[in-house]
């Protein structure tokens, strides 16, 4: 059971990058999936999540009306399209999946205890 995430990098302010995250060794049909971030010093934040059930979607503030997020049963694979980058953005972002949280339950306790958690990729944004 293993959830990848990738597509992190170094972007300018105002880029955009797609971050996936692909599951194995489950399906993701029935896990609401989450991704999260961590700034050095800082928490860690829900940023995204999208509800397995009515796909109902949960967004931090910071990034509402930039970040989308979407999921993609039949590849098994969760994405987080990041417009508008600001530095403010720059973290390690990882993505989750849990069984039984709603997407605005996982979004509101990041630091919950989600039944998968893959590794983590670095998003830079500097000039």
């Known amino acids: 059971v293993q959830l990848q995430a990738s597509g992190g990098g170094l972007v300018q302010p105002g880029g955009s990058l797609r971050l996936s995250c692909v599951a194995s060794?489950?399906?993701?049909?029935?896990?609401?999936m989450g991704w999260f971030r961590q700034a050095p010093g800082k928490a860690r934040e829900g940023v995204s999540c999208?509800?397995?059930?009515?796909?109902?979607?949960y967004y931090a503030d910071s990034v509402k009306g930039r970040f989308t997020i979407s999921r993609d049963n039949a590849k098994n694979t969760v994405y987080l399209q990041m417009n508008s980058l600001e530095p403010e953005d720059t973290a390690v972002y990882y993505c989750?999946?849990?069984?039984?949280?709603?997407?605005?339950?996982?979004?509101?306790?990041?630091?919950?205890?989600?039944?998968?958690w893959g590794q983590g990729t670095l998003v830079t944004v500097s000039s």
């Open positions: 989750a999946a849990d069984f039984t949280l709603t997407a605005q339950a996982m979004g509101t306790y990041p630091e919950g205890n989600m039944d998968v």
């Open positions: 060794g489950f399906s993701l049909d029935y896990f609401t």
């Open positions: 999208i509800d397995k059930s009515d796909g109902s979607t």
